[in-house]
Nanobody, 115 residues
Framework: VQLQASGGGRVQPGGSLRLSCAAS????????MSWFRQAPGKEREGVAC????????DYADSVKGRFTITRDNAKNTVYLQMNSLKSEDTAVYYCNAINWRRNYWGQGTQVTVSS
């Protein structure tokens, strides 16, 4: 099983980034996919989730209206479009896949929002 996150980097406040997470080794469409993040000295927190029914999504209050999670089951990939980025969005972002039997984590990708 692999969850390969990419797309992180450094951006100025107000800028945008698009994270991608390419999955392999499991039946992607059977899993809810989420993005979590962890800032230095803080606990890991959920950012966004998209369920197996791609029309159903959930967002942390702190990112509602700025972040959008989508998935492409044909490409086994989940995306996180991040707009209007703030310094408090700086963190390592992790991809997660979960169903009733399994819970998988990918390696993180660093997002730094700084002027």
């Amino acid at each position: 099983v692999q969850l390969q996150a990419s797309g992180g980097g450094r951006v100025q406040p107000g800028g945008s980034l698009r994270l991608s997470c390419a999955a392999s080794g499991f039946t992607f469409e059977d899993y809810a996919m989420s993005w979590f993040r962890q800032a230095p000295g803080k606990e890991r927190e959920g950012v966004a989730c998209i369920h197996t029914n791609a029309g159903s999504t959930d967002y942390a209050d702190s990112v509602k209206g700025r972040f959008t999670i989508t998935r492409d089951n044909a490409k086994n990939t989940v995306y996180l479009q991040m707009n209007s980025l703030k310094s408090e969005d700086t963190a390592v972002y992790y991809c997660n896949a979960i169903n009733w039997r399994r819970n998988y984590w990918g390696q993180g990708t660093q997002v730094t929002v700084s002027s």
